[in-house]
């Protein structure tokens, strides 16, 4: 059976290898402990009180007070207090009379894995697929020093029978051969040599460029401090032109006072000229002058 509850006339027990809801009759058929099971019931045309109960004429549910202290009573048998549980998977649950007098309690990790919902004991391997049949998986077990809730990695799992140097995986697994990994550490070496001398040219080049970065922006430094030493030379100059000149209104009656001097010099050649041609010059020499005769 597989059903919550299992009947004989007005007798009704509940299956303790139901794992379903309550009232859903629904048990887990990929659980192991959850398929159909076969029972051995013996029937007694009398009723006796369990051994660890004070009575039992309460009513279901029982009362955690109706059981004696230093006992639980789980599924309709008794058992010692700290007595661990006798169902397959379950082992690393127990009897806790003062926690909980009328269920298991746990689980108790210290000795035992507690994976996917069962109890492993220590060191037992998992199980994986070999055609239609489980076996061992020797490369992975329980082992409460690294971890309770899953399977552990087993080192050195997969040394070959016949070991040879080489490098290996920690399962054990071969990786490479010991001559092929000289072989191969020669070549990084060379490879790490001349990465080092290209790195150390590229350095040079570097520390030259700066160099000459550092020439040029010296050369830039001092071409401008020449460009504003010009150009407060260039301002001077300006300025002192400024200052020395003559005023606008000075300037103007100069040329007007040149142009009057240049008009009564330009009248005055006219009328010596006008006189040359009328023949009575303004300027003779003294001795062609007639004696007596006074000049004009």
């Not at 230093?70 to 549980?85: H, K, L, M, T, V």
């Amino acid at each position: 059976s597989r059903s919550e509850f299992m009947h004989w006339g007005n007798v009704k027990r509940k299956n303790v290898m139901y794992t379903g809801d309550t009232g859903m009759d629904n048990a887990d058929t990929s659980l192991a402990v959850s398929s159909s099971k076969a029972f051995v019931v013996k029937l007694k045309s009398t009723m006796v009180l369990p051994s660890c109960l004070n009575e039992c004429n309460s009513p279901f549910p029982l009362q955690a007070s109706k059981v004696k202290t230093g006992f639980c009573y789980i599924d309709r048998y008794c058992f010692a207090n700290g007595e661990p549980s006798p169902y397959s998977g379950t082992e690393c649950y127990s009897c806790k009379s003062y926690t909980n007098p009328l269920g298991w309690s746990g689980p108790d990790t210290s000795k035992m894995c507690h994976i996917g919902g069962k109890c492993v004991a220590n060191g037992v391997h998992a199980q994986k697929q070999a055609g239609r049949r489980s076996v061992d998986d020797a490369c992975s077990s329980c082992d409460v020093s690294i971890s309770t809730d899953s399977y552990s990695a087993v080192a050195g799992c997969e040394l070959p029978t016949s070991f040879k140097a080489g490098c290996y995986e920690e399962s054990g697994a071969h990786v490479i051969g010991l001559a092929d990994m000289m072989s191969q550490n020669v070549t990084k070496t060379n490879q790490v040599n001349r990465l080092s001398s290209e790195l150390s040219s590229v350095r040079k080049e570097r520390n030259s460029v700066m160099s000459d970065k550092a020439v040029a922006i010296n050369s830039l430094t001092m071409a401008e401090k020449q460009v504003t030493s010009c150009q407060a030379e260039k301002n001077k100059c300006l300025d002192k032109g400024n200052n020395d000149g003559v005023p606008s209104d000075v300037a103007i009656g100069l040329i007007v006072a040149v142009s009057a001097l240049f008009l009564i010099v330009l009248v005055f050649l006219i009328v010596i000229i006008f006189r040359e041609k009328q023949g009575a010059p303004m300027f003779v020499p003294i001795s062609v002058l007639p004696k007596g005769v006074p000049s004009a």
